[in-house]
């Protein structure tokens, strides 16, 4: 499985941003895709996932009712109300399989895209 992800730039605060994760390969052996993110100094952290059976989507408290993630083939994040401390670099991530709550921990997931910066000026 290979992802792609892309769509991040340079926004002001209060904009938003459209990322999308575009998967190949083995794709059918996708259970979930997640995206986190990394901020400089600073641990990468889970931000929202959707599974593929059922279409649950999962979020990190500090993104919920800001952002939005949908998706199949390719996944897409949607950034709204965006704040300075969003600036990072967004990863997409494929998982096998998801257990409770599984979606939420990095070490879940089987395949990384290369990531993709987003910078919130203020």
């Known amino acids: 499985v290979q992802l792609q992800a892309f769509g991040g730039g340079l926004v002001q605060t209060g904009g938003s941003l459209r990322l999308s994760c575009a998967t190949s390969g083995r794709t059918f052996s996708i259970y979930g895709m997640g995206w986190f993110r990394q901020a400089p100094g600073k641990a990468r952290e889970f931000v929202a996932a959707?599974?593929?059976?059922?279409g649950g989507t999962y979020y990190a408290d500090f993104v919920k009712g800001r952002f939005t993630v949908s998706g199949a083939n390719t996944v897409y994040l949607q950034m709204n109300s965006l704040k300075p401390e969003d600036t990072a670099v967004y990863y997409c991530a494929a998982s096998k399989a998801y257990y409770s709550g599984s979606y939420y921990y990095a070490s879940s997931y089987d395949y990384w895209g290369q990531g993709t910066l987003v910078t919130v000026s203020s």
């Open positions: 959707i599974s593929w059976s059922g």
